[in-house]
Structures are given as C-alpha cells and as structure tokens.
C-alpha cells in the first residue's frame, strides 16, 4: 500500500502563485507516475499534470502557468502554480501509479480570490 500526502494549499489572490508538495511512500518512489488532479465544486476531476520518468504532460488550462518536479531522493512531487486564476479554485489530489494500481492522497484546497 502506498500512502500519498499533498500539502500547501491556501487562499491566494489572483495573479499569486502556490506550490503544492505530495509525499509518497515506498521504496520505489522512482518508479512511480505520478500526478495531479483537481476537483472543483459542482465539478468532475480533471487532470492537472503528470509525471513519469522525465517526462511531463499538462492540461492545456495550466500550461504555461504549472510545473510538476519531482525529487526522488525526498520522495516528493510538487506543482508549481503561477498566475493563479479564480477558475484554478479546487480540491487538488495526488496520485501515485504503480503498475495497475493508483494511489490517492486526501487533497489539498486551493482558493484563488481576492
């Protein structure tokens, strides 16, 4: 079982940035994908970025704006959000992959308001 824990959300006004961090449990952390997603009210969740090996892939609303890193050695992945919009307003989520199986952390909220 792999544990998976997001953190840094907050209130932000528009036009700030956040970074967001997701921890992960395992020894293989390397070997995981890993990615995230949002859910705003009323709405289904949608992927924001991924990231497997080196390579990275983003929605197009966040291109641009987002970056997904990633440090093994901290078993970490962050999303570095940049010129945050009202519409970025969301409970955002990790995942971890790992063959068939995807891991989930609780989510962290993001509030873009001024």
């Known amino acids: 079982q792999v544990q998976v824990a997001e953190s840094g959300g907050g209130l932000v006004q528009p036009g700030g940035s956040l970074r967001l961090s997701c921890a992960a449990s395992?020894?293989?952390?390397?070997?995981?994908?890993m990615g995230w997603y949002r859910q705003a009210p009323g709405k289904q969740r949608e992927l924001v970025a991924t990231?497997?090996?080196?390579?990275?892939n983003y929605a197009d609303s966040v291109k641009g704006r987002f970056t997904i890193s990633r440090d093994n050695a901290k078993n970490t992945v962050y999303l570095q959000m940049n010129s945050l919009k009202p519409e970025d307003t969301a409970d955002y989520y990790c995942?971890?992959?790992?063959?068939?199986?995807?891991?989930w952390g609780q989510g962290t909220q993001v509030t873009v308001s001024s």
């Open positions: 395992g020894s293989i952390f390397r070997a995981y994908a």
């Open positions: 990231i497997r090996g080196g390579r990275t």
């Open positions: 995942a971890a992959t790992w063959g068939t199986d995807d891991y």
